[in-house]
């Protein structure tokens, strides 16, 4: 009996290389990765179900979908001088997401959540996002302000994402 033949099949690689795996998911694309991840989550179209029938009960409608998620978080990682901290605000939860008022001097985690970062994509019903940051420079000096509003309001006309601005925040709807 060869040692081989114990080895469980990866989809992706085949019989015996599934010592390779986590080398090819680092160089899998996001789209990839997340297609990867949530196909092997059992749980997954369960979660689905339950956002359809949420939805139609409260009259959502789908405005983003995991492309365009996924597109977003890209151009964010890729092409913004930092990441900028947002809100999250999921189907199902109760209240108003209200945490954004001021400069914040931390950045946003533009990362999925099997990477501790967004929840899954499906049950984003919006983010709230401020696109400044302010840099401590001491505490006798007021904080430097770095502002990429327009860079990230240019992503998402790029993209073609709906979103509301109100002064330094922007809404992204999931579903409206």
Not at 110 to 136: C, F, S
Not at 147 to 158: A, H, N, S, V, Y
Request: aromatic content about 14%; glycine content about 6%.
């Amino acid at each position: 009996m060869n040692s081989f033949d114990n080895l469980t099949v990866s989809p992706l690689l085949g019989k015996g290389t599934d010592y390779l795996e986590p080398f090819y998911f680092c160089i899998m694309t996001e789209r990839e990765k997340y297609k990867k991840v949530i196909g092997a989550d059992k749980d997954y179209q369960e979660l689905c179900k339950w956002v359809t029938d949420f939805t139609e009960r409260n009259g959502l409608r789908g405005v983003m979908n995991d492309t365009k998620w996924l597109e977003l978080q890209q151009a964010v990682r890729d092409e913004l001088p930092f990441p900028p901290v947002f809100v999250v605000k999921r189907l199902g939860e109760e209240g108003e997401k209200h945490i954004l008022e001021k400069d914040e001097y931390w950045y946003g985690a533009w990362r999925n959540y099997y990477d501790e970062g967004m929840p899954q994509l499906v049950t984003i019903e919006y983010i709230k996002v401020r696109p400044r940051l302010a840099v401590h420079r001491g505490r006798l000096n007021s904080p430097e302000i770095i502002d990429c509003t327009k860079e990230f309001l240019d992503i998402l006309r790029r993209l073609n994402i709906p979103y509301v601005q109100d002064e330094h925040i922007i809404t992204i709807y999931g579903y409206r």
